[in-house]
């Protein structure tokens, strides 16, 4: 099964897209770890894309599209939940073009609904797992008081360099211009689900599980 996490930031995908590596065995692509990972390591891309992540706005198709090209050709066990991609209509094309000549396609594409007062609630509150990315949240979700990751026990708790106001306003106009006519794209294919992502992690889980029966 090919699934796509389609929302805004802070919508919960990464959420979500672990609990179903953890549950289905499946294999998440998620284009902005990937661009991180570049970044981390120094690559001549990574270095290329740095400046254009922190203020907010999109790196190009031909770059991301690259990416999970060769995330494809490497081999996906228990197919792929796409989180952060597509992001705009040529990427949308290019992933169907990618899966076809697979012989595969989407299955479902869930849309997560998050209002924006939830959006910047959420990101500006966010911190993550050095080791495992699990995601944190200073209300609904704090780092235990021992200082440890109930998920993996690391110590080392980052922010990211673009979950601040000023960035989020960007990401959030680039959602709605360039990649929420995404939902319309996949609602004439027929593959659109779209469920309430406000919730509790575990209520939305089971909406995602829903969608998907
Ligand atoms: P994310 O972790 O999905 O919020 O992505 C972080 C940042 O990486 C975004 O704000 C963009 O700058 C970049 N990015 C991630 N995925 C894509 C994509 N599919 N297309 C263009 N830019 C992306």
């Not at 944190?136 to 360099?161: A, E, H, L, W």
């Not at 306003?169 to 309430?196: E, F, Q, V």
């Amino acid at each position: 099964m090919n699934i796509i996490l389609l929302g805004p930031p802070g919508a919960g995908k990464g959420t979500q897209a672990r609990r179903l590596v953890d549950e289905r065995g499946m294999t998440q692509l998620s284009t902005g770890d990937m661009l991180r990972d570049a970044r981390t390591s120094g690559t001549n891309m990574g270095r290329k894309v740095a400046a254009v992540m922190d203020r907010g706005d999109l790196v190009t198709d031909e770059i991301v599209i690259g990416l999970i090209e060769e995330k494809l050709n490497g081999g996906v066990p228990g197919g792929v939940i796409f989180d952060g991609f597509p992001r705009t209509l040529a990427q949308a094309d290019a992933l169907g073009a990618l899966l076809a000549r697979k012989g595969t396609g989407l299955d479902a594409v869930i849309e997560m609904q998050v209002d924006d007062d939830a959006l910047v609630q959420r990101i500006t509150a966010r911190s993550t797992c050095g080791d495992c990315g699990e995601v944190y949240n200073d209300v609904s979700k704090p780092i235990p008081s021992d200082g440890k990751c109930t998920n993996c026990g690391g110590t080392q708790f980052n922010r990211r360099s673009d979950d601040n106001e000023e960035s989020l306003r960007t990401r959030l106009l680039a959602y709605y211009k360039l990649t929420s006519p995404l939902i319309g794209y996949y609602h004439a294919k027929g593959r659109l689900k779209s469920i309430d992502g406000l919730g509790e992690i575990g209520t939305v889980a089971d909406e995602i599980a829903n969608a998907l029966a």
